[in-house]
């Protein structure tokens, strides 16, 4: 896996580039300012960048209204620019009230050279935005986004990812991010939906920007790599997932009523059943997780993730989220799937997944009863089929 260090950093601004005069900013005149640190040397050249290139948008979007009684929405990840957009005219024909767009909304790390302009990242975007089949949907229905790791610039990327705060910048141009997340580091937002007795929170987690580094299985020479994934548990006191400053926004947001709360995860949350990235890579902090998440205030609570080319449902009862049932969708891919499904499910057999693994394109559409208080869930496929389907109540009391 590529590390970037200080000076890697370096090299990486001497790259040469039509912006390299441009490089250093100068201070009031006559005066020059000498960069005291690798990363003081790297936000100069980025506001320097700023001011120079032109950073793609996805459209003029539409805002969510906040009186809104959610009743159908859908959502979905790992979206590549370059292959069929069809998608989004089927997602359209459902009819939904809102998109969540959750993760690898565009592949910009695909033969990316080390450049710190991120150029692949922000190609990438400009290739979503020129997709009509996209900007027609978005110019018509909310979105609410996060990112995983390959719209954020690197794959299986984390804070040790040296770009990161460029690749934040490109993303929230890209989306038009409000000012309340552009004034943080990471993506993370909610919002909260609908009156009181039909009110929805939606927690878009940043499971990137603070993310400690994964720990990687140790493979001995000739020994054959793990199937399933290179990632082995970081049971140390030092792994992080979300960072101090999103946990501490995080219990701050659940502590906020609702009757619904959809916590939206770029990567899985109940699996154990692989060792690719999710959080079974931190079995500590996805505890202080299902801990937090029971110590809400008040409402039923669905897990929403994707990345990982293939989708289901689960369902587990933490010991942390104190025993209760816990349920999950995940929806993966748009338009870039691997493999068969039949393949898919028994390559991967898992306990939690109350689904077939479905490995064609799909993205999910939930539908609320607040009536019955029932979600129903569903995975649809290219053409709108319905792939799979899961009914499931919560309860508030939890
Ligand atoms: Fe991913």
Redesign the pocket.
């Known amino acids: 896996m590529l590390r970037l260090t200080a000076s890697a950093l370096i090299l990486a601004l001497l790259t040469p580039s039509p912006l390299a005069a441009q490089a250093v900013e100068p201070a009031a005149q006559g005066v020059t300012t000498v960069p005291m640190t690798a990363q003081d040397a790297l936000d100069g050249y980025y506001r320097s960048l700023a001011r120079v290139v032109d950073l793609p948008r996805a459209g003029r979007g539409v805002d969510a209204d906040s009186n809104l009684v959610l009743t159908r929405f859908a959502f979905g990840s790992?979206f590549s620019e370059i292959r069929d957009a069809g998608i989004w005219n089927t997602i359209a024909r459902t009819d939904p009230q809102m998109f969540m767009m959750i993760?690898?909304n565009v592949y910009g790390d695909t033969n990316w050279r080390g450049d710190a302009e991120l150029g692949t990242l922000r190609a990438s975007y400009a290739k979503l935005a020129s997709l009509p089949q996209f900007t027609a949907f978005y110019d018509q229905v909310p979105f609410l986004t996060t990112w995983?790791?390959?719209d954020y610039g690197f794959n299986?990327g984390g804070r040790d990812f040296a770009f990161r705060g460029w690749a934040e910048t490109i993303y929230e141009n890209f989306w038009n991010s409000p000012d309340e997340v552009r004034g943080r580091p990471g993506v993370h937002y909610s919002r909260i939906f609908g009156p009181e007795g039909q009110r929805v929170q939606v927690i878009l987690l940043d499971t990137r920007y603070f993310r400690s580094p994964l720990v990687r299985a140790e493979v001995a020479p000739g020994q054959p790599r793990p199937p399933l994934g290179p990632y082995v548990p970081d049971t140390s006191a030092d792994a992080d997932m979300l960072g101090a400053e999103q946990w501490a926004w995080l219990a701050e947001e659940l502590a906020k009523p609702a009757d619904l709360r959809l916590v939206v995860s770029?990567?899985q949350v109940l699996t154990d059943a692989h060792q690719f990235?999710s959080w079974a890579t931190m079995p500590g902090e996805r505890d202080r997780l299902y801990r937090l998440l029971a110590a809400r205030n008040g409402g039923g609570v669905l897990l929403m993730s994707?990345?990982r080319h293939a989708g289901g449902v689960y369902q587990d009862a933490p010991a942390a989220f104190g025993g209760q049932p816990l349920w999950e969708i995940t929806s993966s891919s748009l338009n870039f799937a691997f493999s068969d499904t039949a393949t898919n499910t028994a390559r991967e057999p898992d306990p939690r997944r109350v689904t077939d693994f479905i490995s064609e394109a799909n993205f999910g559409l939930v539908e609320i009863d607040w009536r019955r208080r029932e979600l129903r869930l569903e995975l649809r496929g290219r053409e709108g089929e319905v792939r799979t389907t899961q009914t499931v109540g919560w309860s508030a009391a939890n």
Do not use: F, L, N, R
């Open positions: 790992c993760g690898d995983d790791d390959h299986d770029s990567i990235e994707g990345d």
